[in-house]
């Protein structure tokens, strides 16, 4: 009987372990493939010129869709409904892209927070792996952290204040970049084993990485 259990125990164990695994292959592989399909609309949106109210209204959209991809994460309907979520999340930067390109050295800098978010996106993700840390205790510290910023940005809609909108883009790069060593650990214990919600998970740190590390350069560079 003892010897038995220890055999029940350590199977349990290999299945927990080749499981965490698929999750992790499975995520970052759909990862990989929204981010290409999010590029794809974005350059579409810039080709057609969208103005930046359209912009704000598929920003919009893709906030109801992402409530729609949590709710089929678990069925058939999971995946096209995060390729529409990235897809349009990807077509709301258009404007955004297409204002900063057009800057004197709007080119060089978007090409800059891509490397700084490609740098950070793969250095934290491999240091939660290698190390296999256990990054729950961040939880709570990140949720307040980015209500605090959500907050913050709402107000500065209305005061303006660039040092304050500095300030909210670095600690939107800092929480990111908790955020990802956060979901990484989570699927690596077995915190969240639908590969779906962890692709959006995520690709909003991704998503919001880059936009305000994007923000921070620009205006560190003057061009803002």
Do not use: C
């Not at 970049?177 to 919600?197: A, C, K, M, P, V």
Request: charged fraction near 10%.
């Amino acid at each position: 009987m003892e010897n038995r259990s220890v055999y029940n125990v350590a199977g349990s164990g290999v299945d927990s372990v080749v499981s965490t695994n698929k999750v992790l292959k499975n995520t970052y592989m759909l990862l990989g493939m929204t981010l290409l399909f999010s590029a794809f609309t974005a350059g579409v949106s810039m080709a057609m010129g969208l103005p930046a109210g359209a912009g704000l209204i598929l920003t919009l959209v893709g906030f109801g869709l992402l409530f729609v991809v949590h709710k089929m994460a678990d069925t058939a309907k999971g995946l096209p409904a995060i390729f529409a979520f990235t897809g349009v999340m990807g077509a709301s930067i258009g404007p955004m892209l297409s204002h900063y390109l057009a800057m004197p050295n709007g080119p060089a800098l978007v090409m800059q927070a891509l490397g700084g978010t490609a740098v950070v996106f793969f250095g934290l993700s491999a240091y939660a792996l290698t190390t296999r840390k256990d990054f729950s205790f961040m939880g709570g510290f990140l949720m307040v952290g980015l209500i605090v910023a959500v907050v913050a940005m709402i107000a500065n809609i209305f005061l303006a204040i660039p040092a304050l909108s500095l300030t909210i883009s670095a600690a939107v790069i800092m929480i990111m970049s908790g955020l990802i060593l956060f979901d990484t650990s989570r699927i690596i214990h077995g915190g969240e084993t639908n590969y779906i919600r962890a692709t959006v998970g995520l690709y909003l740190n991704i998503y919001n990485l880059f936009i305000h590390m994007l923000h921070l350069l620009t205006a560190l560079g003057g061009d803002d």
